[in-house]
């Protein structure tokens, strides 16, 4: 059976805001492309509306990418009462008085309903921390979880380097 992959936004804003550029490197946005056709990734509903907030270069680009977007249904609500009514601790995974990580909530119950491994940048706090995070969510519901680079490791996605005109 082939690995789906759910992202979290801080994948794609962090990438497009820093080491994977489209001026450094497009082929990450051609390859993301590909695996949306692919069906081999996707972003929930919220995590796309969350990268849409800021309109940039970015939106514009996951407005016209082939990545799926999955809605929120019966058994996706399911699923996120299913992790709250696992741990009470899992309800500070969203800021409330900040309005952050509205999204991670929902990154997390679209994975379960469809057995996927999330993609994040975030990492686990530590047990004394009073938020906790989708990694440690993650390993309570048993749900796999990595990051980005372990993301482009397992897929063996290589980039071809080469200098720019002058």
């Known amino acids: 059976m082939t690995e789906i992959y759910c992202l979290d936004a ?17 082929q990450y946005w051609e390859i993301l492309n590909e695996l949306g056709k692919q069906r081999k990734i996707f972003l929930p509903d919220a995590v796309k509306e969350e990268i849409l907030k ?3 270069d970015l939106s514009k680009w996951l407005k016209q990418s082939q990545i799926v977007i999955r809605k929120i249904d ?9 992790i709250y009514s696992a741990n009470p601790l899992h309800e500070t995974l969203v800021d409330n ?10 990154l997390i119950a679209h994975a379960i309903n469809e057995k ?12 004394d921390s009073k938020r906790i995070r989708i990694p440690n969510v993650c390993e309570n519901m048993n749900i796999r979880c990595i990051n980005d680079f372990q993301f482009i490791e397992e897929l063996s996605i290589r980039f071809n380097c080469q200098l720019g005109d002058s």
């Open 10 to 26: 801080n994948v794609l804003i962090t990438a497009w805001n820093s080491y994977y550029s489209m001026k450094v490197c497009p």
């Open 116 to 127: 996927a491994t999330i993609v994040t940048k975030e990492m686990k706090t530590l047990s």
């Open 54 to 56: 800021t309109e940039d």
């Open 97 to 106: 008085i900040k309005g952050r990580s509205l999204a991670d909530p929902w």
């Open 74 to 82: 019966g058994p996706v609500t399911q699923c996120l009462q299913q």
